[in-house]
């Protein structure tokens, strides 16, 4: 089965690739390639040569895949004829946490819309003028999903859904916290749900006025106070701290005994610890998305990670994500690029100090801690942005700085935007092939900046920050709103970018397997979120991952296949046994 899809952003009227298509449309007599307006449409009966035409266009604004032909019997939606296709579907199971892994843009949220009755699958007959809920559910085999699409086209399923993008909120919503939530109380559990994720101080606040950690959890109560059937927690873990991030993952689960829920997150420790089955998700981003049956979780992240789908011998990734063993590379570390010592700032309430550190060449230093502890307030003080009551900072070094949030509003494409910040020497070179392609930021430069999704922008802000000429690289969060693969890419890329031009950086994080991927050493802080914070170090990365895993009261073990980091269940065999060596965070399988 042979498909065709057309990007339409990346083929609008005077782009290269509209020029393109347009040279080559009615140039075959059957007309594979039309023109309609400023529209283009190619036939799926188009010759060869048409197809091999449609490949070269320019900006990759045309997709062509070959598709196993038995797929075509799975095909469940499809927006046009050169449009997204989706192929099965995820199972909502009773009892059970089900995770869907992959990367964004494969059809998640057409998915979501078909599982919550928004959208009627049409089975890729895109032209037909009625579509029926019948013919799709009597498409399926027997099972837990037919008997759960056919509730839901009796309109007998009640669905919540907590969105990805918390940060929107504020836009879309205003008020204070306690009128939001008491707005969509359903269950009359207001007073327990609110403690239960620790918003009670935040009631009288505007939510305009909240973190992305609060909004995060405000998000989450809001969803959990809705009397459904179905819960959908799309992205839960962004912003939170790994403390917050265990408690969701309890009450997530406590919610599994009486509903089902579907959760889809990129950080893979979380998604280990919380899930019961996984759906990984493959395709090619904005043309076609598959998802794979239900696996066990274990298996279905160690899959992922390779890369190679064994019973659908198919494969998702050209190479596989290994985590290396980690050796001492003090011998590698080069001259201090910043020292600093005895640093104390009073932000109102709250208070930061520092005990005596420094970052050298080719070093990445991990930051973790707690949310509301400093961490940000520390990299600001190293980048220059804020001022310090006391202490010393050297101050010679050039520093290049990614914040937590991208506030950009351009009108311009991306490739604009990246030659306005760093000039054009990306476009081809080592930086070109480690940094823009491992990101996927060459196939966003023909989009506008303002149109980019929460992943894209912080793609290009990744990239853009990696290629000043700088120092020091300070990131704060550089894996929100990226999938599991674009994480790892992106900690593979600040990596390199260190090792290869004896350049040193800190990392804010609070994904672990990121953190495990990027870091050297570890500055830990530790304090009461909003009133006081200490950063300690940097250690060694061994050193603070013990120190800062004791501070969480959470035991890391490693996967015997992929060397990954895994949660351990708390008084499990491995769990008491490496709290008994002090060994939180082990090295060895």
Not at 203 to 208: A, F, I, K, M, T
Request: hydrophobic residues 40%; contains cysteine.
């Amino acid at each position: 089965m042979r498909i065709a899809v057309l990007i339409e952003d990346r083929c609008k009227p005077k782009s290269d690739a509209f020029a393109y298509l347009k040279k080559w449309a009615g140039s075959c007599g059957a007309e594979c390639i039309q023109m309609e307006g400023d529209k283009f449409r190619i036939l799926e009966t188009a010759c060869p040569p048409c197809f091999i035409r449609a490949k070269h266009c320019p900006d990759n604004a045309v997709i062509v895949i070959n598709l196993p032909a038995e797929l075509e019997t799975d095909m469940i939606h499809r927006y046009s004829l050169n449009g997204f296709r989706l192929f099965r579907l995820p199972t909502p199971s009773k009892e059970s946490v089900v995770g869907i892994l992959g990367p964004n843009g494969m059809g998640k949220s057409t998915a979501f819309n078909i599982l919550n009755g928004s959208i009627i699958p049409n089975l890729g007959d895109f032209q037909a003028e009625d579509v029926w809920w019948e013919d799709a559910i009597e498409s399926l085999p027997r099972g837990e999903l037919r008997d759960f699409l056919n509730e839901v086209s009796e309109s007998n399923v009640k669905v919540a859904l907590k969105p990805q993008y918390v940060d929107h909120i504020p836009k879309a919503v205003k008020g204070k916290v306690g009128q939001l939530l008491s707005s969509v109380d359903e269950k009359d559990m207001f007073e327990e749900t609110v403690e239960k994720l620790g918003l009670s101080h935040l009631l009288e606040r505007e939510l305009d006025q909240l973190s992305g950690g609060e909004l995060q959890r405000v998000a989450i109560c809001a969803t959990l106070l809705k009397d459904a059937d179905v819960y959908f927690f799309d992205e839960p873990s962004s912003y939170l701290d790994i403390h917050e991030r265990m408690r969701i993952v309890r009450i997530i689960q406590e919610l599994a005994e009486t509903a089902r829920v579907i959760v889809i997150e990129h950080d893979l420790a979380v998604l280990d610890v919380l899930a019961d089955l996984i759906h990984i998700v493959y395709g090619k981003k904005g043309a076609f998305g598959i998802f794979t049956p239900a696996r066990s979780t274990r298996m279905a992240i160690n899959a992922y990670l390779d890369g190679f789908l064994v019973e659908q011998n198919v494969r998702i990734r050209d190479k596989p994500i290994k985590f290396q063993k980690h050796t001492d590379r003090s011998s590698e570390i080069g001259n201090t690029v910043v020292e600093w010592g005895e640093i104390e700032k009073n932000l109102g309430d709250f208070n930061l100090k520092t005990g005596n550190g420094k970052v050298h060449q080719s070093e990445v230093v991990g930051v973790v801690g707690p949310n509301g502890t400093g961490k940000t307030t520390m990299v600001k003080i190293l980048a220059g942005e804020s001022e310090y009551d006391a202490g010393w900072v050297t101050a010679d070094a050039r520093i290049s700085y990614k914040p937590q949030h991208i506030d950009v509003d351009m009108d311009c494409n991306v490739q604009t935007w990246i030659d306005s910040e760093i000039g054009m020497e990306w476009r081809s070179g080592e930086f070109n092939v480690n940094v823009i392609r491992a990101l996927g930021i060459d196939e966003l430069i023909t989009k506008q900046v303002n149109n980019l999704s929460g992943g894209e922008l912080q793609s290009v802000a990744i990239g853009i920050c990696l290629g000043r000429d700088a120092d020091l690289y300070l990131l704060d969060e550089p894996s929100a709103h990226l999938d599991a693969n674009a994480r790892m890419e992106a900690a593979k890329a600040i990596r390199r970018t260190m090792e290869s031009n004896e350049k040193a950086a800190f990392v804010i994080d609070h994904d672990v397997y990121f953190i495990d991927i990027v870091s050297d050493s570890l500055l830990v802080f530790e304090g009461e979120g909003g009133i006081s914070g200490m950063a300690a170090g940097p250690y060694t990365l061994r050193e603070g991952m013990n120190r800062f895993l004791k501070g969480v009261d959470v035991t890391f073990r490693r996967d015997h296949d992929s060397k990954r980091p895994r949660i351990n269940k708390g008084k499990s065999r491995k769990d008491r046994e490496q709290r008994s060596k002090g060994d939180f965070y082990s090295f060895d399988t």
